[in-house]
T-cell receptor, first 114, second 111 residues
């Protein structure tokens, strides 16, 4: 069964450094998402991406965050200057051609900011 | 603020029993509803989705939706110890891309 893959599985970064989280969505999916989950808390929507542009973003997704689909397969989340509170699991998800279809999640990247 | 509310649990049921998980949502514009299972330290795994009022069955799982009451539930029949996990309810409205998750209900199935 096709799956969303994320790399790395664990990223440790010094506060203030830039970090890029990578995702390969399911190949025929058109909708791409990033979520985060701080330890012990809810899964929180960050951003959705469709047709090569951001379609919706949350208040969490401020100027420190950016997303990119640099080629036909990868989808990246960049955090420009990391803060301690950015420590969380970051999940990439993708969805099929119809918007209301469910999203399928990758295994996540655990981001630890020191 | 659009919210999805779930009882945090833990909900404890004996093996073979029916587990009933409930969820309410505040946004009347919500049209798509999802149940995900999340094991500790893992990513959410889709269990069921439902768009229309009524019941939808898939194997041991039944999702129930009542839009008038803004209520979604998940029934797990013949519960197994491997069903022990946190169950996340999630909602999305037709016009949007954003999916809002509840905090999850922890289910414990005793062997």
């Amino acid at each position: 069964e096709p799956e969303v893959t994320q790399t790395p599985s664990h990223q440790v970064t010094q506060m203030g450094q830039e970090v890029i989280l990578r995702c390969v969505p399911i190949s025929n999916h058109l909708y791409f998402y990033w979520y985060r989950q701080i330890l012990g808390q809810k899964v929180e929507f960050l951003v959705s991406f469709y047709n090569n542009e951001i379609s919706e973003k949350s208040e969490i997704f401020d100027d420190q965050f950016s997303v990119e689909r640099p080629d036909g397969s990868n989808f990246t989340l960049k955090i420009r200057s990391t803060k301690l509170e950015d420590s969380a699991m970051y999940f990439c998800a993708s969805g099929d051609r119809v918007r209301n279809q469910p999203q399928h999640f990758g295994d996540g990247t655990r981001l630890s900011i020191l | 603020q659009k919210e999805v509310e779930q009882n945090s649990g833990p909900l404890s049921v004996p093996e073979g029993a029916i587990a009933s998980l409930n969820c309410t949502y505040s946004d009347r514009g919500s049209q798509s509803f999802f149940w995900y299972r999340q094991y500790s330290g893992k990513s959410p795994e889709l269990i069921m989705f439902i768009y229309s009022n009524g019941d939808k069955e898939d194997g041991r799982f039944t999702a129930q939706l009542n839009k008038a009451s803004q209520y979604v539930s998940l029934l797990i029949r013949d519960s197994q110890p491997s069903d022990s996990a946190t169950y996340l309810c999630a909602c999305r409205n037709t016009g949007g891309f954003k999916t809002i998750f509840g905090a999850g209900t922890r289910l414990f199935v005793k062997a």
